[in-house]
């Protein structure tokens, strides 16, 4: 493990998300619209209640000075204030967090396995029919609306069949709450968002193998006598793992930035839903702090997927 | 076939709607009698339970509770009334009665001077914040300083803004001295216009804007106390025992976001909400909601009325025939049949049909072609080679925006946009993002003409001014909101009579006058009154539709469960 280079990685964030948080800034300036707008639909409200209202916010001032306030505040740990009630920005965000991990990690954790489970059949046995009917069904899910798909299943399943709950992460009635009630709310939406991700995970899979099983050092492995259930193991297995690591460290922003649509078919109060929220209503400060955890996500989750590859992949060197 | 001829065959459908709109009708007298019921009644033999809880969803989450800073009207108002109180409050046949206050100020009572420039409110004893603390005359003067304080990012000043002062001469005496007349003034102290906030709380805050008690702990005299707010989830409230207009039978309500509309009304068909608020029924599915057993479902009528917004200081808008032709090449009864599913009704002005000063005998604009092209060729506007019509070397050619993806008003544009072809008239559509189209668009008068919905500026009385006067017109004075830029001196006139007037009956022949001007003149194009598609379940008792409120959850503690 090389030290210096892991400092050296964690250093370069800071100008990337300086970076990022002027353009995210000045886009969401530039752009035409704001979260008076709202307000404008209220009929008693007026263009004077509005300059006031802009003016309560410190929207009336210069663009750098509004950055440099957010810029400073965001440094000494305050994340600001949403426009709509005032509340801290950060209790917004971390009170998603538990929803939006459970509802992706499952998704996530049932494409991955699925995902492994078809791609590696595929790939062994590419062009057979489970190969292409892996692919076509692939191609399915992939074109499927999720949005529509996500209704039927409501409408199918919930209001036609009544196997399920129609929304929300609970039964809000009292008595009828539990673990097993919140497992009963999750199913569908993480198979409607699995069935997308598990399309994804299995096409990896199957490319990470073919590049593999094709190569000199299997040939040999299976030329020198090994069974070749351990072949696939030891050798196949092993190395078709490693772009799938770099694949999995930018799964971490996903993790935990939640799904738009398939939270708000199913009421799902997760983080993409918040974004979109926070979006549609021009809530700044929400939509800054969300930039902020993104980013610094994406890049972390880089950051560990390349330390866990020098780990594993002894050709890999720092420099 | 155009779009336009296959929508006109579908007119043949109009009878089947008229019928589903009866039914509607019948749904409403079904809501209000119910409401009618005086508490503890048993129906049928039922008996009344008390306790239990009501689920209500909303496709909108509840997010603001304070009642003076929240933006987003008819969602926000659920919590304000469930936590809150104002003076009084606003029944649903639009007389007032006490709540904050002992009773209603009149004339006869002293409450207000003959000149109604001197209201004196006397409040009611023993209220307690929901803490504990006693409600007094002090937590009535912060809540108007709080509204006019510059630093609040406070939703409106209407009304407050003509106080010239507020005395509080005892701990139950407010008295409060106008600059002029202003005859809607009752209304300002309404649910939904000014909640009344506790002195003892939020003066402690450096900036109430973002006070933790406008999201996590509100304090409010209403019938249910806060209990917890789960971001992007549901709002519960539980009853305050000491509520001072009796405590609620209701332990709970819960106030749960559904944020896609045809799920919101699967739970309501699977039972998983008791009672489906705004947006409401999905219009596609209304008539199929009347079918389903143990429910209830109502046409509330609203104050919303859905308008084409000129801008008349555009140069095609200055002669009203023009505008004239357009209404009349307008087909509302398909608009609200086809797209709408006959659930919003027909209205000629800009208040609702039942509101107390609609004038009932408006000039109608019905929809016909030939008298539209007739109009326009009076005008002098003549058709060119491309069918469009041309006057002084300028097109009859011009945009119309609202939400985009809001997909029945798209589908209304797109229509109206055929009608207009008809006579010559080319509009196209320019939808934006509401954030957009909302801001600067409209307020500074950017727009050619809108499609959108608005009720009136004091939702409960008939005064347009903010809407209308010409010194409002936020892009020439920074003030008012009245955005299509009407300009008419005998309309300022009646509008500066109306509010000074405070004879209801001389108020009527104002606004009736008023009307009139304006159903000539059209400074915009009043299409229909939204009706909200609501519901509830049959056993639930108490649900009363209130068309002066912008909602109906004003006596949720008068609701219980029928056994």
Do not use: C
Not at chain 2, 13 to 33: D, F
Not at chain 2, 240 to 248: D, R, V
Not at chain 2, 356 to 364: G, I
């Amino acid at each position: 493990m090389n030290w210096n280079y892991v400092v050296r990685r964690v250093l370069m964030m800071i100008p990337v998300l300086i970076g990022v948080s002027i353009l995210g800034f000045s886009m969401m300036q530039l752009a035409p619209g704001g979260f008076t707008a709202l307000y404008t639909l209220n009929p008693n409200t007026s263009a004077e209640d509005i300059e006031r209202i802009k003016r309560a916010w410190g929207l009336d001032r210069p663009m750098h000075v509004q950055y440099l306030t957010w810029a400073r505040r965001m440094l000494t740990g305050d994340w600001g204030n949403s426009f709509r009630g005032g509340a801290n920005v950060r209790d917004l965000i971390v009170e998603r967090i538990p929803a939006t991990v459970q509802l992706m990690g499952t998704a996530l954790a049932i494409a991955i396995i699925l995902g492994f489970v078809i791609g590696a059949l595929g790939a062994y046995r590419q062009y057979s029919i489970f190969d292409y009917l892996a692919t076509t069904g692939a191609l399915i899910a992939l074109s499927i609306p999720t949005f529509w798909f996500g209704l039927m299943v409501i409408y199918i399943f919930a209001e036609r069949l009544g196997w399920i709950p129609s929304g929300g992460s609970e039964s809000l009635r009292a008595g009828e709450t539990g673990f097993l009630d919140r497992l009963h709310h999750l199913v569908a939406p993480a198979l409607v968002l699995a069935l997308v991700l598990t399309a994804q995970w299995s096409r990896y899979f199957r490319s990470a193998f073919l590049e593999v099983i094709h190569q000199d050092y299997i040939r040999t492995a299976h030329a020198k006598g090994l069974p070749s259930g351990l072949v696939l193991r030891r050798h196949a297995l092993r190395n078709a793992l490693l772009p799938l690591i770099a694949l999995a460290g930018m799964q971490l922003p996903v993790l935990f930035g939640g799904a738009l649509v398939t939270e708000s078919v199913f009421g799902w109060a997760g983080m993409g839903r918040l974004f979109l929220d926070a979006l549609t209503f021009r809530d700044f400060p929400v939509v800054m702090a969300m930039l902020m955890v993104t980013s610094f996500l994406v890049i972390l989750g880089n950051l560990i997927a390349d330390i866990a590859l020098s780990i594993i992949d002894p050709r890999i060197r720092f420099n | 076939m155009s779009d336009y001829k296959r929508m006109l065959e579908r007119v043949g459908q109009k009878e089947l709607n008229r019928r589903r709109l009866l039914k509607g009708a019948g749904g409403i007298g079904l809501g209000a009698a119910a409401g009618a019921f005086p508490r503890g009644l048993r129906l049928r033999g039922a008996r009344a339970q008390e306790g239990g809880e009501v689920i209500v969803g909303m496709s909108q989450e509840t997010i603001n509770y304070n009642p003076l800073l929240y933006a987003n009207t008819g969602i926000d108002t659920v919590p304000e009334v469930l936590m809150f109180d104002s003076l009084l409050k606003i029944l649903p046949d639009g007389t007032f009665a006490p709540n904050l206050a002992a009773e209603v100020p009149t004339v006869e009572n002293g409450g207000i001077s003959p000149d109604g420039l001197t209201w004196t409110f006397k409040l009611r004893q023993g209220v307690t914040w929901h803490d504990g603390e006693p409600f007094t005359s002090r937590d009535v003067r912060f809540t108007w300083e709080t509204v006019m304080n510059p630093d609040v990012a406070v939703r409106s000043r209407a009304g407050h803004d003509k106080i010239e002062s507020l005395d509080t001469p005892d701990d139950h005496t407010v008295i409060i001295k106008l600059k002029e007349p202003f005859a809607p003034f009752i209304h300002v102290w309404t649910s939904g216009v000014t909640g009344v906030i506790p002195h003892h709380i939020l003066s402690k805050e450096a900036d109430i804007n973002i006070a933790p008690f406008n999201t996590q702990s509100p304090i409010g005299t209403g019938p249910f106390k806060f209990v917890e707010h789960v971001g992007g989830d549901h709002l519960t409230v539980e009853r305050n025992p000491n509520y001072h207009l009796g405590p609620a039978k209701l332990d709970r309500v819960i106030v749960k976001v559904v944020p896609e509309l045809p799920v919101l009304y699967t739970q309501f068909k699977t039972g998983e909400i008791d009672v489906i608020d705004y947006q409401g029924i999905v219009p596609d599915r209304w008539e199929e909601a009347q079918t389903l057993p143990d429910r209830v479902v109502v046409g509330s009528p609203s104050n919303f009325v859905e308008f084409i917004y000129f801008n008349n200081a555009r140069p095609f808008f200055q002669d009203k025939r023009v505008k004239q032709a357009l209404y009349h090449a307008i087909d509302v009864d398909t608009i609200i049949d086809v797209i709408y599913y006959g659930v919003p009704r027909r209205t000629n002005s800009y208040l609702s049909p039942d509101h107390w000063a609609y004038n009932p005998d408006l000039p109608t604009y019905p929809f016909d072609l030939d008298r539209a092209n007739a109009l326009l060729d009076e005008a002098g506007w003549v058709r060119g080679d491309d069918g469009i019509r041309v006057k002084d070397g300028v097109r009859l050619s011009f945009t119309n925006s609202t939400t985009a993806g809001a997909t029945n008003r798209e589908a209304t544009q797109q229509y109206i946009q055929q009608t207009w072809k008809e006579i010559g008239v080319e509009m196209t559509i320019n939808n934006m993002p509401a954030a957009v189209v909302w801001g600067e668009y409209t307020i500074q008068s950017q727009f050619d003409t809108l499609l959108v919905a608005w009720d009136n500026p004091i939702p409960s009385d008939p005064d347009p001014t903010s809407r209308l006067h010409s010194t409002l017109i936020p892009a020439e004075s920074g003030a008012g909101a009245n955005y299509v830029q009407f300009k008419n001196a005998e309309a300022d006139a009646l509008m500066e009579q109306g509010v000074t007037e405070t004879d209801q009956e001389k108020r009527k022949e104002i606004y009736y006058k008023l009307q009139e001007i304006l159903a000539d003149e059209l400074p915009w194009l009043p299409i229909f009154n939204w009706t909200d598609p609501f519901g509830y379940k049959s056993n639930l008792v108490g649900y009363q539709v209130n068309p002066y409120s912008a909602t109906n959850l004003g006596n949720v503690y008068e609701w219980y469960w029928q056994e």
